[in-house]
């Protein structure tokens, strides 16, 4: 539908209304025998026709064009008054700049911002009535913290509300401790699965220990038992040299004797049988 021809200051030429409704053109397109129409008009004549309806040529959607430049220009310098004039909006401007108007019109109807509320009200009253709308929030005045639509003030029950909060919660920690105590579980197991292994780790180390141990127990015994042998034998070959020494101070003095009786040289062999003979003695002492 076209913009009201009262709307407009000064004359409109008759190639700028549609042809169907008569007003200033909206959205303007053109058919190709020049006649030119409203867009949501002549596709709601093409809906039941299929011809100009000014003068029936044959006409479909396809062939529809954009009005020509300088028509378009025309169009868009006319002057209007805003669509609130009845209201009391005194704005006249230029059709090409109406729709920027109207959209921040004070004096247009817009629906109350609060969610719900039925009320259409002019722009310039939406503050006031925001100020009392049925439908505006804010806190429960028996401080129950919550914030309440006026109209749902009956309903209000604090108590309810607090309960329902309360339950929230409980099953909120509920179930917050619950994966808490999981992973602190988790934890510890992992935790004792390590400390198992150590602890064969550790075993092992301690029974290699042991047996390493053992095996110097044996190699001290009988380093120990070597040892005793060892001394025994030199505690022997002691005894040996203490005789042996023994039978050569008594060979010595024998000796001695001999040579100042001076003549007899088979003598010189007796000493020496009997050296041999003291010899072989502390191997029979030692088997004792
Ligand atoms: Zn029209
Ligand atoms: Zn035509
Ligand atoms: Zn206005
Ligand atoms: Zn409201
Ligand atoms: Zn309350």
């Not at 003030?153 to 604090?158: E, L, R, S, V």
């Not at 003549?263 to 502390?282: A, D, G, I, M, Y």
Request: with cysteine; net charge negative; glycine share 4%.
């Amino acid at each position: 539908m076209g913009y009201d021809i009262e709307r407009f200051v000064g004359y409109v030429n008759e190639g700028l209304l549609c042809c169907i409704c008569r007003d200033v053109l909206e959205d303007p397109l053109q058919a190709p025998c020049e006649h030119a129409f409203c867009t949501a008009c002549i596709h709601g004549w093409l809906v039941h026709h299929n011809n100009c309806p000014e003068d029936r040529q044959a006409l479909d959607m396809s062939v529809l064009r954009h009005l020509y430049r300088y028509m378009k220009n025309d169009l868009n310098r006319l002057q209007l008054h805003c669509k609130n004039g009845e209201r009391g909006c005194e704005m006249v401007c230029s059709l090409e700049s109406i729709d920027r108007h109207e959209r921040e019109c004070e004096y247009s109807q817009i629906p109350c911002s609060n969610a719900g509320c039925p009320v259409q009200i002019e722009r310039r009253n939406l503050d006031s009535h925001l100020a009392v709308c049925e439908y505006r929030s804010r806190e429960c005045p028996n401080g129950c913290g919550y914030t309440i639509l006026r109209a749902e003030d009956t309903q209000h029950n604090c108590v309810a509300e607090l309960r329902t909060e309360l339950e929230l919660l409980r099953s909120e920690m509920i179930c917050r401790v619950e994966e808490a105590k999981h992973e602190m579980e988790s934890r510890l197991d992992s935790q004792r699965r390590h400390m198992v292994q150590k602890e064969s780790l550790l075993q092992n180390e301690i029974e290699e220990l042991k047996s390493q141990m053992s095996r110097m127990m044996s190699e001290v015994r009988s380093l120990m038992a070597a040892e005793r042998q060892h001394r025994q034998e030199l505690e022997q070959a002691e005894l040996e040299k203490r005789e042996l020494m023994e039978l050569l101070k008594g060979l010595q003095k024998d000796c001695r004797l001999n040579n100042t009786e001076g003549n007899k040289k088979s003598t010189n062999f007796r000493p020496l049988t009997r050296l041999e003979s003291v010899k072989r003695k502390p191997r029979e002492v030692t088997v004792i």
